[in-house]
């Protein structure tokens, strides 16, 4: 079958905090070096984030033993306060986030899938990645 769209995919978690911790830690780049990896061999060991409409992002992403590292990086199409994050890819991916409720909050990730990657893997890494954030906010709290 030759589509020349394919749907996207889409990851969710529900974390237990208020929104403004979880924008926060989702948000700041010091955070995200933090939680964004999907298994306990990556890190992010860089991140900058200039979150508005237009903004640029930049996650290096690699394992850690720095066999193998890659940029995440884009831009931003929308950014809604406590609400929506909208991105571009420099691949042309897009993707988007949202943030609904005050505590706990829900957050659903759909996403452009990566043609030459098989959909169950990255919906898999994305999945680990929420799963990682909603550890790391649930367990700073304070």
Sequence with gaps: MDT???AFLNAETEVNATIDKVWALWNAPEHITQWNSFSDDWH???????????GRFLYVMGMK?????????????NVQNLQLIAYTLDDGRQ???SFTGSNPVKIIENFEPDKNQPNDMQKEYCQAVLDSFKKYVEANLS
């Design 4 to 6: 020349k769209e394919q």
């Design 44 to 54: 992010t060991p860089q991140a900058e984030n200039d979150l508005r409409t237009g």
């Design 65 to 77: 033993d720095g066999s193998f590292s890659f940029n995440f990086q884009g831009t931003y199409d």
């Design 95 to 97: 993707a988007n986030i």
